[in-house]
């Protein structure tokens, strides 16, 4: 029997059984993407391509559309400079892209079923990627991407993501921070002795704040939105639409995860200090999304509490890995994390266009140009 790739408008179009089968334990499985497909209204987030064995699905990965701007790396001053020439260039550097993987998540979810050896998934993984190049092809977007796909499946499927035409491309490395300890003390043991002392400081001030675990928001969905968005744009930082999400994406997706999402609520008083939306499986924690008030949250040292909080909560749980993100990776490195390869994948169908992208690829790298990343490898050099 053969296998058959299949292009799907909409997730829910698949069936969440065979679609979570190739994700075994993943918080951002079936119900994840279709929380996000339903929040973003058909603007990013859609559909998917999937691969069967007659009846059986046996590969998988959401897909996502958006007009990537090629001045997505550049921050700081170099941002500045592009989008004041922005309105004279717009036709050149935005260009319409079909991508695998999603906006809303750190590493592509390209999922097999957990019977197949690693020469099948290669040839599987072939076959959908020829699948999604023809539906990118018959909708007349010329640029397709693989966003952030994680080490473990770059080592397996590099040569054959290659074999057929793509370049490869560094993305934005993902912190993780390994937690073999027995408990919190053991943790703040391992960090060095003026970060302890910089944490144990700070934290002497958490008695002021009340801090609450919901898996869900009634009540505090506009308010939760707005003190992302807030942090959002204090960041400093700006990836455009890969860093947005719907005003509605909170309460869309705690409602689907149920107990695999999580809500730490930080009160001083009766005032909503932060929030943090966290993930909860097995042996991770995803730390999703941190919202934050300011001035408050920050004369409260609310980075370190919910960091601290964050490590309590997985050793209470057993849990040995906390995933911390693509930002702030100073502040993440200082409390013990380690960075891990992410990479980017992109073909043109165009020739011409094709050639340009892959030598402004050797010039231009978001692990180079991201200024934070900057700071923290000078940090630990």
Known sequence: MAFEARIFDRIEEIDPAGWDACFPGEAEGHAYYRACERSSKGTMQKGAVAVFHGTRLVAAAPTFKNVFRLDTPFQGQLRRLTERLRPLVKGIID????????????????????????????????????????????????????????????AAFDQTIRAVGWTRASSLPIALLDLPFPDLE??????????????????????????????DLAGLEKEVASLYESTRQRSGLDYGDFETIPDDYFPAVTGALGKQARIALYWVGAELCAFNLVFVEKERMIDKFLGVSYPLGPEHNIYAISWIENVRK???????????????????????????????????RSTLRYAILKAMNRLIRADRLDPDLRAARAFTS
Not at 103 to 117: I, T, V
Not at 190 to 203: E, G, P, V
Request: hydrophobic share 40%; with cysteine; glycine share 8%.
């Open 95 to 154: 260009l319409p892209i079909v991508g695998l993987g999603s906006p809303y998540s750190e590493r592509c979810h390209l999922g097999f079923a957990q019977d197949l050896d690693l020469n099948s998934r290669k040839a599987i993984l072939a076959l959908l990627l020829s699948r999604f190049e023809e539906h990118a092809g018959r909708q007349g977007t010329p640029l397709l991407a693989l966003k952030d796909l994680c080490a473990r499946d770059q």
């Open 186 to 215: 053991a943790y703040l043991g391992n960090l060095s002795a003026a970060t302890r002392k910089d944490i144990r400081r700070k934290l002497r001030t958490a008695g002021a704040i009340r801090v609450e675990w919901r898996s």
């Open 314 to 348: 997985c050793l209470d749980l057993g849990i040995r890995l906390l995933q911390t993100g693509q930002t702030a990776y100073g502040l993440k490195l200082r409390y013990g994390s380690r960075l891990e390869p992410s990479y980017v994948y992109f073909k043109h």
